[in-house]
C-alpha cells in the first residue's frame, strides 16, 4: 500500500489520507475486505499523529468505505461510487481556487467558462 502525503499541499494530511485510500480502493490495490493497517502503524509509517490517521477512518467510515471493528481492524466494505472521485476533485479546486483569494461568484464563472470549452 503506498500512501503519499505532499506537504506542499493546501489539505490537511487526513483529509490527504482519506483521499488516497479511495483512490487505492478505487484502483483495485485495495480490494473489498482488504484489512488496512493500524492507525498506529500508518501513523508511524507517515510521519503524523495517531489521531490524523483515527480521522481519516472514521471519515472513511462515515462515507461507507470501510468498517472498523475494533481490535479486528479496519476493512475494505465498499468500492467508491463513480460520483466520489469528480466530487473530490471539485472540491479541492475549489478550496484551492479559496486559498489564492477567489471568490465564489468568479469560481463559478471560471468553471462555468470551462464547461462550455469541454
Given at each position: 500500500?503506498?500512501?503519499?502525503?505532499?506537504?506542499?499541499?493546501?489539505?490537511?494530511?487526513?483529509?490527504?489520507?482519506?483521499?488516497?485510500?479511495?483512490?487505492?480502493?478505487?484502483?483495485?490495490?485495495?480490494?473489498?475486505?482488504?484489512?488496512?493497517?493500524?492507525?498506529?502503524?500508518?501513523?508511524g509509517d507517515l510521519g503524523v499523529a495517531p489521531n490524523t490517521v483515527a480521522r481519516s477512518y472514521r471519515e472513511l467510515e462515515d462515507d461507507g468505505f470501510v468498517?472498523?471493528?475494533?481490535?479486528?481492524?479496519?476493512?475494505?466494505?465498499?468500492?467508491?461510487?463513480?460520483?466520489?472521485?469528480?466530487?473530490?476533485?471539485?472540491?479541492?479546486?475549489?478550496?484551492?481556487?479559496?486559498?489564492?483569494?477567489?471568490?465564489?461568484?468568479?469560481?463559478?464563472?471560471?468553471?462555468?467558462?470551462?464547461?462550455?470549452?469541454?
Open positions: 500500500m503506498e500512501i503519499h502525503l505532499d506537504p506542499a499541499d493546501k489539505a490537511p494530511p487526513y483529509e490527504q489520507i482519506k483521499a488516497e485510500i479511495i483512490r487505492l480502493i478505487a484502483d483495485g490495490s485495495m480490494p473489498l475486505q482488504y484489512r488496512l493497517p493500524s492507525i498506529r502503524q500508518l501513523a468498517r472498523s471493528r475494533g481490535r479486528r481492524g479496519t476493512t475494505v466494505i465498499a468500492n467508491p461510487s463513480p460520483s466520489v472521485a469528480p466530487t473530490d476533485a471539485i472540491e479541492q479546486v475549489v478550496r484551492d481556487a479559496r486559498t489564492v483569494g477567489l471568490d465564489g461568484p468568479t469560481i463559478l464563472s471560471m468553471v462555468s467558462r470551462a464547461i462550455a470549452r469541454n
